[in-house]
C-alpha cells in the first residue's frame, strides 16, 4: 500500500460537498495519511516496534502477531456483520462470504502460532458502514489496505519462525485488496510494490474510526 493509493481516495472527498460528515472509512483513511500519533485509551499494543526498527525476538513476535489478530478479528467481524445485515448483492456478498472466512482463518492461525498468548477478541461498532453498500465499499478497502500495511511495517521485526506464519496471510491479503478493488473500479495492483506502514501510523487510524469498542 502506498501514500498514493491514500491521497487518491483524499482527491476524491475533496470533490464531495463540503457539508457532508466524513465516515469512518474516510477518518481511516485521513489518518493513515497523517500517521503518528496514537489516541490516549487506543488499541496499540506496548512494545510495539517501529517500522524495521528493532532487533526479532520471541517477545516482540507475541505483541507484533497480537496487533495483527486485532486486525483479523476486527476485518472477519465487520465482513460477518455485512452478510448478517443482508445489504451485499452479486460480487460484493461473494466477497464478503470468502474474503470473511479466509479472515477468520488467518485469526485462528495466529491463535495457535500463539500458544495461549493469545489476546482477548474486542467488541467492534461498524455503525452504518455493514448496512449500506456504499459505505461497505469504501471501508473494506481500506480494511484489506490497512492490514497489508501492518503485515508489511511489522514483517522484518519479526523472527524467521514468526515471519512464515505471516508471510502465508500476507500474500492472501493482498489478493483481498486487489479483489474489492477491482470491485468498485479502481486500479486492483496501482503500484509496483507495497510499503508497510508502522504500529503508530495504523493504531491512530483505527482509533480514529471507533471501530474498536473494547
Given amino acids: 500500500m502506498t501514500d498514493r493509493v491514500f491521497l487518491e481516495i483524499l482527491d476524491e472527498a475533496a470533490a ?17 495519511i497523517g500517521g503518528g500519533a496514537v489516541i490516549a485509551g487506543g488499541v496499540l499494543l506496548g512494545g510495539l516496534p517501529s517500522t524495521g526498527s528493532t ?3 520471541a517477545s516482540q513476535d507475541v505483541e507484533i502477531l497480537n496487533f495483527a489478530l486485532l486486525i483479523e478479528y476486527l476485518q472477519a467481524s465487520f465482513y460477518a456483520e455485512a452478510l448478517a445485515k443482508g445489504a451485499l448483492r452479486r460480487e460484493r ?10 479472515e477468520q482463518a488467518h485469526a485462528s492461525l495466529i ?31 481500506v480494511l484489506e489496505e490497512i492490514g497489508l500495511a501492518a503485515y508489511n511495517g511489522q514483517a522484518s521485526n519479526l523472527t524467521k519462525a514468526a515471519l512464515g506464519t505471516a508471510a502465508k496471510i500476507v500474500s492472501v491479503e493482498a489478493r483481498h485488496a486487489s479483489w474489492i478493488r477491482a470491485i468498485v473500479g479502481r486500479v486492483p495492483a496501482p503500484d509496483a510494490t507495497d510499503q508497510g ?18
Fill in 16 to 32: 464531495a460537498p463540503a457539508e457532508l460528515p466524513l465516515s469512518r472509512a474516510r477518518l481511516l483513511e485521513r489518518a493513515l
Fill in 55 to 57: 532487533a526479532p525476538s
Fill in 93 to 102: 456478498r461473494r466477497f464478503a462470504r470468502i474474503v470473511g472466512s479466509h
Fill in 111 to 141: 491463535d495457535r502460532t500463539l500458544a495461549g498468548k493469545a489476546r482477548q477478541k474486542p467488541r467492534f461498532d461498524f455503525s452504518d458502514t455493514t448496512s449500506e453498500q456504499a459505505k461497505f465499499d469504501q471501508t473494506a478497502v
Fill in 197 to 214: 506502514k508502522s504500529a503508530a501510523q495504523v493504531s491512530s487510524a483505527l482509533n480514529q474510526t471507533g471501530f474498536v469498542r473494547s
